[in-house]
T-cell receptor
């Protein structure tokens, strides 16, 4: 089964609105990463948050991590049509070195 | 730097045929991995390698073989193709699983 589960599966918003995606996982982790995938392309790394961090920012992106709830969220502020893509979380588990596990992804559509 | 390159971009095989998907990186990364992506399934780890001469199985290794004779190359071999192996295959590399992964553009494989 997938270690990371994203929620919602699909999100449709208007340009300028904020988009929030959530990721839950089952076992302890070393870090959690978020990736973006444009249609038909490879994945692009967005941000990495370590298990001892609670929040991280990168431009319009804000990631939070709650290890007690085994969950993370990705917030994209002031969304643009170019943000339309699939977003995946990936976890590096504490006891399985080398096995980065991806969730099923959230499909974000930003309407101009 | 070319980053992570994959060949071919597209491939059609008949059931029972074998082939090798090529992956190369020029970033001197120790960690390389292969994923398959199916609709609604996210990315699933097939095999990974933490350095030349060292490989290990991921989540869905059956029907695939890998070797790592050099730091740069990590080919994925399909031993006897089956329709269930129809998928998009991504290769990725990084210094370690704990760091951001660099993905190739993918190989779209169809097995008839």
């Amino acid at each position: 089964s997938q270690q990371g589960e994203e929620d919602p599966q699909a999100l449709s918003i208007q340009e300028g609105e904020n988009a929030t995606m959530n990721c839950s996982y089952k076992t302890s982790i070393n870090n959690l990463q978020w990736y973006r995938q444009n249609s038909g392309r490879g994945l692009v790394h967005l941000i990495l948050i370590r298990s001892n961090e609670r929040e991280k920012h990168s431009g319009r992106l804000r990631v939070t991590l709650d290890t007690s709830k085994k969950s993370s969220s990705l917030l994209i502020t002031a969304s643009r049509a170019a943000d339309t893509a699939s977003y995946f979380c990936a976890t590096d588990r504490g006891t399985s070195y080398g096995k980065l596990t991806f969730g099923q992804g959230t499909i974000l559509t930003v309407h101009p | 730097n070319a980053g992570v390159t994959q060949t071919p971009k597209f491939q059609v095989l008949k059931t029972g045929q074998s082939m090798t998907l090529q992956c190369a990186q020029d970033m001197n990364h120790e960690y390389m991995s292969w994923y398959r992506q199916d609709p609604g399934m996210g990315l699933r780890l097939i095999h990974y390698s933490v350095g030349a001469g060292i490989t290990d199985q991921g989540e869905v290794p059956n029907g695939y073989n890998v070797s790592r004779s050099t730091t740069e190359d990590f080919p994925l071999r399909l031993l006897s193709a089956a329709p269930s192996q129809t998928s998009v295959y991504f290769c990725a590399s990084s210094y370690t699983p704990a760091y951001e992964q660099y993905f190739g553009p993918g190989t779209r494989l169809t097995v008839t």
